[in-house]
Nanobody, 120 residues
Framework: QVQLVESGGGLVQPGGSLRLSCAASRSIGSFKSMGWYRQVSARKRDLVAIITSGGSTNYADSVKGRFIISSDSAKNTVYLQMSGLKPEDTAVYYC??????????????WGQGTQVTVSS
């Protein structure tokens, strides 16, 4: 089974920066895409950023210009570099990977989540 392990969360002041990491148990090239989502309490899990196997990226409007998603295939790791953090960025951040299944529905995997708290 695929394992996704997030790290890098913590407490940061407004305007600060954090880099989240998501380490996969197998080659990230085997996934259709990988991304970051975030969730506040019982609210729905929202897309933050996504990167496809071809390297294209997409971002939620609320984080454009502040967050950058990137990958390192040698380390089987995807990163989310966050800068200019705001209190409204406070959430549990989850790593996501979508597995390619030819002829079948794509299958999503999720990490356990890492807490990001932006507060003075």
């Amino acid at each position: 089974q695929v394992q996704l392990v997030e790290s890098g969360g913590g407490l940061v002041q407004p305007g600060g920066s954090l880099r989240l990491s998501c380490a996969a148990s197998r080659s990230i090239g085997s996934f259709k895409s990988m991304g970051w989502y975030r969730q506040v309490s019982a609210r729905k899990r929202d897309l933050v950023a996504i990167i496809t196997s071809g390297g294209s990226t997409n971002y939620a409007d609320s984080v454009k210009g502040r967050f950058i998603i990137s990958s390192d295939s040698a380390k089987n790791t995807v990163y989310l570099q966050m800068s200019g953090l705001k209190p409204e960025d406070t959430a549990v951040y989850y790593c996501n990977a979508v597995q390619i299944q030819p002829g079948l529905s794509d299958y999503p995997y999720w990490g356990q989540g890492t807490q990001v708290t932006v507060s003075s």
